[in-house]
């Protein structure tokens, strides 16, 4: 658990992590997908690989109005990049929890993508 307190440590350090409230972190809650976009979009911010405002673009979900303020720009990032992006009905599924095939399909576009 000592690398797991580090890691978020770090993290949370450098900006990429926030709790679920000032007060709390909640280690062990399931991630949503928009929660993961946040902290995709939060690493890309600190490698200096985010897009810039002429790389902006106009989401089309049909969820879109379920997706969360904070997380609206990161999701549009993780979209352009192809990072994240929807599924088969047009949905990004923002409150869904990610499922581990998601993650890991994430995690090596990120691999790929963020330099």
């Known amino acids: 658990m000592a690398a797991d307190a580090d890691a978020v440590a770090w993290a949370s350090e450098n900006g990429i992590v926030n709790g679920v409230s000032e007060a709390e ?8 997908r928009e929660q993961m976009a946040a902290m995709i979009y939060r ?6 690989a985010s897009p ?9 979900y049909a969820d879109l109005a379920d997706i969360s303020d904070y997380a609206a720009e990161a999701v549009m990032y ?10 088969e009905n047009n949905n990004f599924a923002p409150l869904s ?10 995690f090596e576009r990120v691999h790929g993508t963020v330099k």
């Open 43 to 48: 690493y890309s911010e600190y490698k200096g």
């Open 25 to 32: 972190f909640a280690p062990d809650d399931a991630i949503t």
């Open 97 to 106: 929890n990610a499922t581990r095939a998601e993650a890991a399909a994430v």
């Open 78 to 87: 993780c979209n352009l990049t192809g990072i994240m992006i929807g599924d």
């Open 52 to 60: 810039t405002e002429a790389e902006a673009m106009q989401l089309d």
